[in-house]
């Protein structure tokens, strides 16, 4: 990925940095959502596997260099500066709650402690990457959880903001909670588990609607899902009764899909198939999957799209990368932000998790500590000057530790409802409390 | 880009076509929106480029092959379809609208006609492609028509669907109407301007604000634009007045927009800083700028992110890619789907656009073709035989051409509030009416 992937004023301020002599100050910023999107009782993390790619591999071309002198924002930079650009690469620490952790407003999702020129470039990087998949992970667990125990599986790439957007949706969906993706690279670079076998165009490239469906069968076997809306629903249910097993069942893509689920499980029936399953598809959103699960719908499986994948009723987080410390020769210095609406606090701080509310306090705080109490530290390096710590969780781990730690939220904050004001507790600890009162003297 | 970035369903149909012997049949697909999104009143096309990249350079590598080959889904598919991937490229045709035109729901912005296997497997991308391109350009127009002549510029990556989607929403939003971008790979890719000088963090990094603003002046010269609401906007005005020229101007990232920008103008003039622009940012909507706009604030530039880079108020298109035409050996047969609410039209289509009205016609039809009309037919042949044909029109070009073409759409249509029912007036030439009716039999 080009370095050059950033907003422009991250470059002006590093060439400013350089000039002023302060690029190598170690800097402290903090990602997180300053407020929960609508209808969001929590945030699910995710992202953190591509935010650390990028910066392990983090380098500028002599070509983009190039470009950069070109520029008018340039014309008066320090040569020093395009010559740091040339061997630039990243060499801070990261800390993070690993993907598939549930997350509020306020609590750093990531901590880049980093040269500051290096740390103030890769901000709308980290920003875009973190923030769309935690956007689509979050939304992912509320579809699966309004399926009530039916199977989810994302089919939205072609709706995505950009296809590689569609590959992304599909690994937070599946971190989420959705059972697959129909995203077949997403399968290749992710190991998720892929779905799919026929559209609209298939049956109509037949003459005859069953000849589509015998052709389906027998390529795909107990993998066959017939799509039987093309022309007439109940008649598609019946031709492919008709050719009986083996199959996994149907698709229903229109149409009223409570009363049509409940009709094709009858023919189903009738025709000595109780195991072949109904698939639903075609512009589901959560307060569709909602209904037909409050209404009992024989459905066993739904293919969501364009509500997952562009996270449809809440399609941004406004997530935010904030200048928390600065340290320079002999100053190590918290920095806040006071603007109407835009305060931040001050410092680098750790997310204390108890079993029904968090503290934020500061990073060097042990809440809880050595008590034997439960009490989590959600913040852990994953990246230690500049090289990856460890292995990193697999989208299937991540998957595993969302499904765990959803469950372990209270029920009004996994509840798909909004819950009793003020949400989520959240509280500040005496120590962060303290620092933000000094600094705002 | 990956062969594999597509939905399973596309690579087992092309097994089954393999399979059945259909794959060498040529196929005909259109690319169009079924509606108008809310809030839109026409949709200004994007995203061709990438889109012929994309089928450019369409291949299938070994390692994904293998990929293939283990899934259960093609436990049973003929040995044939792993060595027509093997050499798969795209060999077809291409017609399209050119980008910066505006186009109107059941119109086709592309039409592919390929070889059946071809031309299934690449839907995915298309739709994603030109869709999310499509979107954010239609945005970006709303959005220059409701500064009233104020420059817009494109602020949003970092609230983006991912990174890559923020540098194609940067691509768009200028095609749209945007003066520019933040996103500097947009600029080095696609020859956009970009404009950008500082954050918060740059002030913050500065023990003293008025020490943030004269390091940023030194470096920037007039191309500098101070960011005054760290701590309090008016001083912040007064602070960057002191400093006088040379200077762009100031920003305002965070309060009451109209109120500041009215004080920081006489703030500047009073400090005989006249020329100063004043520039405004921070979760900015349509709604909002138009709101500045009618207010006549004195602003000159507005930086628009989140809600233009994730088209805010109408985050997807819903654009479908449907098989219109499938000729197989002696047989040449229009296709069409009836299923409620999703019906299609037959056959492949030209559209033919009048001053004031579209006429959706066949494909081989050449309505006010020779009477001297200025008709113009908007599809025309942008890739034969899997070569891109002749030189793509730059991102200035499209841009240039969607302010003409916006220009010369009926008032009603051009405007921000909705069009007299039933909006812009697309009609079926008698041609496809007889073809449609022919099929319905």
Redesign the interface.
């Not at 050059?4 to 301020?13: I, R």
């Not at 892929?194 to 298939?202: D, F, I, K, L, N």
């Not at 920095?335 to 835009?342: D, P």
């Given at each position: 990925?080009?370095a050059?992937?950033?907003?422009?004023?991250?470059?002006?301020?590093a060439?400013?940095?350089v000039?002023?002599g302060?690029h190598r100050?170690t800097?402290t910023?903090e990602l997180f959502a300053r407020r929960l999107p609508p209808n969001r009782n929590f945030l699910l993390a995710a992202g953190l596997a591509q935010a650390l790619d990028?910066l392990a591999t983090l380098r500028f071309t002599s070509e983009?260099i190039g470009?950069?002198r070109e520029?008018?924002?340039f014309?008066?930079?320090p040569e020093e500066f395009f010559s740091l650009l040339a061997t630039l690469r990243f060499t801070g620490d990261v800390f993070a709650v690993p993907e598939g952790t549930p997350v509020f407003p306020g609590e750093p999702l990531l901590t880049v402690r980093a040269p500051?020129v290096e740390a103030?470039i890769v901000?709308?990087?980290l920003?875009?990457?973190i923030?769309?998949q935690t956007m689509i992970a979050s939304k992912a667990a509320r579809l699966a959880a309004a399926a009530e125990g039916r199977s989810v599986i994302e089919?939205g790439?072609?709706?995505?903001?950009?296809?590689?957007?569609?590959?992304?949706?599909a690994r937070a969906a599946y971190i989420g909670g959705c059972l697959g993706t129909?995203?077949?690279?997403a399968?290749?670079q992710f190991g998720i588990p892929?779905?799919?076998?026929?559209?609209?165009?298939?049956v109509?490239?037949?003459?005859r609607e069953e000849d589509a469906f015998g052709?389906?069968q027998?390529?795909?076997?107990e993998?066959t899902v017939h799509l039987i809306?093309?022309?007439?629903?109940h008649e598609g249910a019946r031709r492919a009764a008709r050719l009986g097993a083996p199959l996994w069942g149907v698709r229903i893509?229109?149409?009223d899909l409570l009363a049509l689920s409940r009709e094709v499980r009858a023919i189903l029936d009738a025709a000595g198939l109780p195991a072949a399953k109904i698939m639903v598809s075609g512009?589901l959103t959560e307060e569709r999957v909602r209904a037909l699960a409050a209404a009992n719908a024989p459905i066993d499986a739904l293919g969501v799209g364009?509500d997952l994948a562009?996270s449809?009723d809440a399609?941004?987080?406004?997530a935010v990368?904030?200048?928390v410390e600065?340290k320079s020769s002999g100053e190590n210095?918290p920095?806040?932000?006071?603007?109407?609406?835009?305060a931040t606090l001050p410092g680098a701080k750790q997310v204390f998790r108890y079993e029904d509310r968090d503290v934020i306090g500061c990073s060097w705080e042990c809440i809880g500590c050595g008590d034997n109490s439960s009490v989590q530290a959600l913040l852990s390096p994953v990246m230690i000057q500049g090289e990856i710590a460890g292995r990193l969780p697999s989208a299937a781990e991540a998957r595993a530790r969302a499904t765990a730690s959803i469950a372990a939220l209270p029920a009004a904050i996994r509840s798909l409802d909004p819950p009793p004001e003020p949400g989520y507790p959240v509280t500040i600890s005496p120590a962060l409390r303290e620092l933000e009162e000094g600094t705002r003297v």
């Open positions: 990925m080009s050059l992937l950033t907003d422009l004023y991250e470059l002006t301020m060439a400013g940095f000039a002023a302060k100050d800097a910023f990028y983009e470009y950069l520029l008018p924002q014309a008066r930079a500051l103030q901000e709308t990087y920003l875009a990457s923030s769309f089919f790439t072609r709706r995505a903001h950009s296809p590689a957007a569609g590959t992304l949706a129909s995203n077949t690279q399968g290749f892929v779905y799919g076998t026929a559209a609209h165009s298939w109509q490239s037949f003459p052709a389906l027998s390529l795909l076997g993998s809306d093309t022309y007439n629903t893509d229109s149409g512009d364009t562009t449809g399609p941004n987080l406004g990368y904030k200048l600065i210095r920095t806040f932000k006071r603007s109407a609406e835009k």
